[in-house]
């Protein structure tokens, strides 16, 4: 954070915040990045959790809470991600898993809109966050409408090949098991605009033990009916 204001609270409590937009963080970690003392770093992470600003993954690290992805919801200006918010919340309670909408910019896909499950174990990612295109079942469903030669480009450093893209548009979803991140499985979907064109990918994802190493038998019909939901929203036909 560049700027400060005059409340010097309030500018560590942001310190915090732009810190664990970067991704999950120990203590120790956000400490080290904050330049905040331990104790205040613990203070400010945990009074921020109490209004859903923060909260902590399954393996107590600090992250981006519910509350930030209510905010950047209020003030979408792009209609897919104003649509998407019920659209995934029902994805979410259908499945039982966190569910995401993720669009392509160039050699990332960014996590634009997220309905998270409200207990348990889950596969968290916050709205904002980037992440490659070269793993992951949204990847897949991004990269499988486009033009083979724009596609190959990417897929020669990914997780997986121009013949799964193929699988992936013949069928109308990707799967993927431990692709981007190991013990998480996702499905995911096409999001198509008027024009035909694939525009996003809405996923779900969660623990493997939950979705099973074939996770696409358990959700990818749910996941196809967001995307076509989705889809029409934006006037496919």
């Not at 009074?47 to 393996?59: F, I, K, P, T």
Request: proline content about 5%.
């Amino acid at each position: 954070m560049t700027q400060r204001s005059s409340v010097g609270v309030l500018d560590k409590a942001v310190t915090v915040l732009d810190c664990l937009a970067a991704g999950p963080a120990s203590l120790a970690e956000l400490t080290e990045r904050t330049g905040l003392s331990r104790p205040t770093a613990y203070r400010l992470a945990v009074a921020l959790e109490v209004h859903g600003y923060v909260e902590r993954d399954n393996q107590g690290r600090f992250m981006v809470g519910p509350t930030i992805a209510k905010l950047a919801m209020a003030v979408q200006s792009d209609p897919l991600e104003r649509i998407a918010g019920p659209i995934l919340e029902r994805l979410c309670n259908t499945t039982h898993e966190s569910a995401q909408l993720y669009r392509r910019s160039g050699n990332v896909r960014r996590c634009v809109a997220a309905a998270d499950r409200s207990s348990g174990l889950r596969d968290t990612v916050p709205v904002g966050a980037e992440l490659p295109m070269s793993a992951g079942s949204a990847a897949q469903v991004l990269l499988a409408w486009e033009p083979e030669i724009d596609a190959a480009a990417l897929t020669a450093a990914s997780k997986f090949s121009i013949a799964t893209l193929a699988t992936v548009r013949k069928r109308g979803w990707a799967s993927s098991v431990a692709e981007r991140e190991a013990g998480v499985a996702s499905v995911s979907a096409p999001v198509f605009n008027s024009e035909g064109r694939v525009v996003a990918a809405v996923s779900v994802s969660g623990p493997i033990d939950r979705l099973t190493r074939t996770p696409g038998r358990l959700h990818a019909d749910a996941v196809v009916a967001a995307g076509r939901r989705l889809s029409q929203a934006m006037g496919a036909r």
